[in-house]
């Protein structure tokens, strides 16, 4: 059998990876390399797979980049008592509110659609980004649509292009992982080499 969906899904791999925006992944960066130098916090935010990308950022930026960098999704207690007591739209803002966000941090939102308050979708990533503008603080994002909320209202948002209509999620939470990846591997920002880099032997003559 002829491997036809698999050769498709890749196609659309390699056409995003060429269409998606290069100078605001640049921008990013400028944002990340500004909340380390002024001691700012890094906040990730997201829901379904999002939030489990969240997690894995989190990791990254704080080990390989030495920003002080959090998420509510990995405190499930404190997640699932908010969504019981409060509500499921607070769950991101509340938080946000008890960890004294301010104008020297970044919320970095992770999502397909950045939410769509007529539609009740995502109405706690909607919540965070209203928080997080009345603080000052920056508001960066990678997202599936250009037409959610979050999108509308971030200082930065790099969208992922719609390749194909059916696969806006898989794409969107997959390139996810790739901008944030190429994030903390930019040079301004990676202070510490990853661990199976640190320890090859041909990595010391590839360029950089």
């Not at 605001?24 to 390399?33: G, P, R």
């Not at 509510?72 to 409060?86: F, G, K, S």
């Not at 928080?131 to 599936?144: F, M, N, Q, R, S």
């Not at 719609?162 to 901008?179: L, N, W």
Request: include cysteine; glycine fraction near 8%.
């Amino acid at each position: 059998m002829q491997p036809v969906f698999v050769e498709q899904f890749f196609k659309e791999v390699a056409e995003i990876a060429g269409k998606i925006d290069y100078y605001k992944i640049e921008k990013m960066v400028n944002a990340l390399v500004q909340v380390r130098e002024q001691g700012g916090r890094l906040f990730l935010i997201g829901v379904g797979g999002s939030a489990g990308n969240c997690s894995h950022a989190v990791n990254d930026f704080r080990k390989i980049c030495g920003i002080e960098a959090y998420t509510p999704v990995d405190n499930v207690p404190e997640l699932t008592a908010r969504a019981n007591d409060e509500g499921w739209e607070t769950i991101f803002s509340a938080w946000l509110k008890t960890s004294r966000l301010n104008s020297r941090d970044v919320i970095l939102i992770l999502s397909v659609g950045g939410g769509d308050q007529e539609k009740g979708i995502s109405t706690n990533i909607i919540a965070a980004v209203d928080v997080a503008k009345a603080e000052g603080a920056t508001i960066l994002a990678i997202l599936g649509k250009e037409t959610g909320y979050t999108a509308q209202h971030a200082d930065v948002a790099v969208v992922v292009p719609i390749v194909h209509p059916t696969r806006i999620t898989p794409h969107s939470e997959a390139f996810q992982g790739v901008v944030w990846h190429c994030l903390v591997s930019h040079p301004r920002l990676q202070i510490k080499a990853t661990k199976w880099e640190s320890v090859s032997d041909n990595v010391a003559s590839q360029p950089a």
